[in-house]
């Protein structure tokens, strides 16, 4: 596979982590509106699903970074590890954010619930700016490769 389609399977990767994010977020919706009877078993399948769908994203990212490592280009491998590694960072921080705003929802009374869910949301809310700052860094990098003739 050409550096130009690395690339590309790259970016195609991050947009299935978005479309995987918008279901792990659609499915833990319907989670907590089936309160006060929550439907664990349906939101457990969903988290074993989505985190198989997340697993195989990573270690095909993983490849890609190898890839580029291996050619000599470090500054891009780098720049797809500093992705990799927020994207994990972010997945850990929206499970945060999932247990506040049960408890939230469970306590709706309770304003250090409706602080801590707010405050996880600001943090998760930031990485995701970083992640897109990264990922703008990274098509800035890779823009030779980009305009390559393959």
């Known amino acids: 596979m050409s550096h130009k389609e690395l690339i590309k399977q ?8 978005v479309k995987t994010y918008r279901t792990f977020d659609s499915g833990f919706k ?3 509106e089936s309160a006060p009877d929550y439907d664990f078993p349906s939101y457990r399948q969903l988290v074993h699903d989505i985190t198989q769908k997340f697993n195989k ?3 095909d990212v993983i490849t890609i ?3 580029f490592r291996e050619a000599g ?3 891009i491998a780098e720049l797809i590890r500093r992705i990799q590694l927020k994207e994990k960072e972010k997945l850990e921080l ?3 954010f999932q247990i506040a705003q049960q408890n939230s929802a469970s306590d709706p009374s309770n304003e250090s619930k409706a602080d801590e869910t707010t405050a996880v949301k600001l943090s998760l809310q930031k990485l995701v700016d970083l992640i897109v700052e990264l990922l ?9 490769i980009l305009l ?3």
């Not at 790259?10 to 982590?17: A, G, I, N, V």
């Not at 703008?136 to 990098?141: N, S």
């Open 73 to 75: 280009h470090t500054s």
């Open 94 to 96: 929206t499970a945060q």
């Open 136 to 144: 703008e860094e990274l098509k800035y990098e890779a823009e030779d």
């Open 65 to 67: 970074e190898t890839n």
């Open 148 to 150: 390559e003739d393959t």
């Open 57 to 59: 994203i990573s270690s």
């Open 30 to 32: 319907e989670y907590l």
């Open 10 to 17: 790259f970016f195609t990767l991050q947009e299935e982590r």
